[in-house]
C-alpha cells in the first residue's frame, strides 16, 4: 500500500509518517513540495505517486493571524481539502482529513460530538469548517476533528505546539501563562495517528469522527501535571479569554467526546496516560 502524506514537517504529519511507515510506502510532502490548495499540483502529484491512500496533515494553524488574513487559512484549510477531494474522488482514492474543536462556539459545557451543530467564531475557525465539508464530498473520506495537539516534532520542524511551549517553560523555570478557563481534550499525535490506521485497517464508515484523548481539563490543570511528572516547581501565571485578549476568539469550552470513535473498537487513553508517556518518550 503507498500512502501520501501531506504536511509532513507538522507535528501530526511527522506522526503519521512514523506510525505508517512501519508497514507501508509512505509519500510524505511538505509544503514547499506540494501547494494542497493548487488543484493542478495536486492532480500531477496523484498522477506520479499513484497512491492507494490520501492522508492531509497540511493545515493553516495561525489562528490570530488569519483575523487580518482570512485567504491564507482558506486557501490551505478550504481549498486545499477541496483540491484533494476532488482528486481522490476521480481516482476512488481514501482520503484521511483534520479538523478541528475551533468549528464550535465553546457555548456548552460537555464534550462535543460528532451530532453537535457546529458554530465557527473566527477565520481560522470558519476555514476549517468549510475544509469539513469539502473533504466529507470524497465518498471515501473520513475528517478525524483533534485539538491541542502534542508529539514529538519532525527532523527541521519548528512548532512546538501549546503544550510543548508549556514544558519548555517549567523545564527553564519561567513563569508558565496559561489559561485557568479554557477546557480542551488534549491529543498526543502518537495516539491520532495509530488510531488514523487502525480506522483504515478496519474500514470503519467513512465520515466525521472525534480523535482526542480521552477527559476534559484546562490548560491550568494539564501545566500542573506536567509540572509533577517532570519533577519540576510550576510558576503559573493564570489567564483567562478575557484578560488575555487575543485578536482571535478562542472557544471556552471544546473539550470534544470520542464516543463514536471507541464505538467501533478504537478506545483512545485518556489524557494523563498520554501526557505520561510522551514525556518519558520525549523530555
Known amino acids: 500500500m503507498r500512502v501520501l502524506v501531506t504536511g509532513k514537517q507538522g507535528l501530526l504529519g511527522s ?24 488543484q ?9 505517486a499513484k497512491p492507494d491512500v490520501v492522508i492531509n496533515c497540511a ?22 481539502a477541496l483540491a484533494l477531494a ?25 464534550p462535543y460530538t460528532e451530532e453537535d451543530a457546529p458554530n465557527p467564531r473566527g477565520a481560522y475557525a470558519a476555514s476549517k469548517l468549510l475544509g469539513d465539508w469539502f473533504a466529507l464530498e470524497a465518498p471515501r473520506s473520513w475528517v478525524l476533528r483533534v485539538e491541542s495537539l502534542f508529539g514529538t516534532r519532525a527532523p527541521g520542524g519548528k512548532r512546538l505546539g501549546s503544550l510543548g511551549t508549556i514544558l519548555e517553560s517549567i523545564r527553564r523555570g519561567d513563569a508558565v501563562p496559561v489559561f485557568t478557563d479554557r477546557t480542551v481534550s488534549p491529543s498526543y499525535t502518537a495516539d491520532v495517528a495509530r488510531a488514523t490506521r487502525e480506522l483504515l485497517e478496519r474500514g470503519a464508515a467513512p465520515g466525521l469522527y472525534h ?11 494539564v501545566a500542573t501535571e506536567a509540572a509533577r511528572l517532570m519533577g519540576f516547581p510550576l510558576r503559573m501565571q493564570p489567564l483567562t479569554l ?11 469550552y471544546c473539550a470534544l467526546s470520542n464516543a463514536k470513535l471507541a464505538g467501533i473498537g478504537i478506545v483512545m487513553p485518556t489524557w494523563q496516560d498520554a501526557l505520561a508517556r510522551y514525556l518519558s518518550a520525549a523530555w
Open 59 to 80: 493545515a493553516y494553524n495561525n489562528v490570530d493571524r488569519a483575523e487580518d488574513h482570512p485567504s491564507d487559512a482558506l486557501e490551505v484549510n478550504a481549498f486545499g
Open 242 to 252: 478575557e484578560t488575555a485578549r487575543l485578536k482571535a476568539r478562542r472557544p471556552r
Open 86 to 110: 476532488r482528486a481522490s474522488s476521480e481516482r476512488s482514492i481514501p482520503l484521511v482529513h483534520y479538523s478541528s474543536d475551533f468549528v464550535f462556539d465553546g457555548e456548552k459545557n460537555s
Open 40 to 48: 493542478g499540483a495536486v492532480t500531477a502529484t496523484f498522477s506520479d
Open 211 to 221: 480523535c482526542v484523548n480521552s477527559g476534559a481539563v484546562t490548560w491550568a490543570q
Open 15 to 38: 506522526a503519521i509518517v512514523r506510525e505508517f511507515s512501519a508497514a507501508t510506502d509512505v509519500i510524505a510532502l511538505g509544503h514547499d513540495e506540494l501547494d494542497v490548495s493548487n
